[in-house]
């Protein structure tokens, strides 16, 4: 049954992950469970009797936000290097399979039927696994996918691992990306949350870039949501230890309250969020709600949630 198959996968990975944060599992056992993970991984992956949109679906980890959620106090920087960690694992340990199934899924990738949306799909998935494991090769996989693409699936996923990559194609990819569809909007608030979203060590720079950029103004609620939201899910933006992730937000808060206080509202939740991260962050987290909160001529909206937040 697909069902029951996707809950053993992510029973198998959620246990495997929390008991890792969690300082339960010891060397020997973190290999077991990697081993054991990879083994369902290989079958997904040569399981023939699985169509490609189930198999894309078994392929995708639990998300950081989830694993959170797991946690009574969870540590973001804790949780990306763990789950990057195995991610890397796999895509080495499944570098041939992950590339073989590129390729298969590459020659049917053409048109709208269900079996061609579920190549593009574990097309994608395998970059992913590739860039974490092998992001040399990655890179030069995801830029002739990009190139070929006739569809904006592949387009965008191809552009989401490279986005993630310190690859000269990085920039390459994403500047052609701008030239095509600069006039649609839609499409550009999409290029700006790839990279505010990316794995990409540097991505705080790049959201303050960004903010520079011609195309971005507080102004346009779509655009303000689409760079800075995504941000907001970055364990080494967001969450940096430094706590620049947290001002960048409460900056933008304040400074957005007297234009749209609605979607000013709305990124601090994020912030809220303190209670259940660990102290050093919380305390920076709580810090940047305190000051919002003292700001004068702070909306309603804005109000109510910062006050709810700090409880």
């Not at 944060?21 to 290999?31: P, Q, V």
């Not at 106090?73 to 399979?97: F, N």
């Not at 907001?232 to 937000?249: K, N």
Request: proline share 5%; aromatic share 6%; hydrophobic share 45%.
């Amino acid at each position: 049954d697909p069902f029951a198959r996707y809950e053993a996968m992510q029973d198998l990975v959620v246990g495997h992950l929390c008991g890792a944060l969690s300082g339960s599992l010891d060397d020997k056992a973190r290999d077991a469970g990697r081993e054991a993970i990879g083994t369902a991984f290989a079958s997904v992956l040569a399981d023939d009797q699985l169509d490609d949109l189930m198999r894309g679906e078994l392929l995708i980890l639990p998300g950081e936000a989830y694993l959170s959620e797991q946690m009574l106090v969870a540590d973001p920087a804790a949780i990306r290097a763990e789950r990057e960690g195995l991610k890397a694992w796999l895509g080495t340990r499944r570098e041939s399979e992950f590339a073989q199934l590129h390729a298969r899924a590459a020659a049917a990738s053409d048109g709208s039927s269900a079996a061609a949306k579920g190549a593009r799909k574990v097309k994608t998935q395998a970059l992913v696994y590739l860039a974490a494991g092998v992001p040399e090769r990655a890179a030069d996989m995801a830029a002739k996918q990009y190139d070929s693409a006739n569809n904006m699936t592949d387009r965008q996923g191809a552009l989401m691992v490279l986005a993630s990559l310190q690859t000269p194609e990085r920039t390459h990819k994403l500047l052609d990306f701008y030239n095509r569809f600069q006039g649609n909007a839609l499409v550009i608030d999409k290029w700006f949350a790839i990279q505010a979203s990316s794995l990409h060590p540097d991505v705080l720079e790049q959201v303050k870039a960004l903010a520079e950029h011609p195309d971005f103004t507080l102004k346009n609620p779509n655009r303000v949501r689409s760079l800075y939201m995504p941000f907001t899910g970055t364990a080494q933006g967001f969450h940096a230890a430094s706590g620049e992730g947290y001002r960048m937000i409460a900056d933008l808060i304040l400074a957005l309250d007297p234009l749209n206080p609605q979607t000013a509202a709305r990124f601090v939740p994020p912030l809220g969020r303190w209670r259940r991260i660990e102290p050093g962050r919380a305390a920076l987290m709580r810090a940047e709600l305190e000051r919002i909160a003292a700001a004068p001529k702070l909306s309603r909206d804005t109000y109510e949630q910062v006050t709810r937040s700090l409880g």
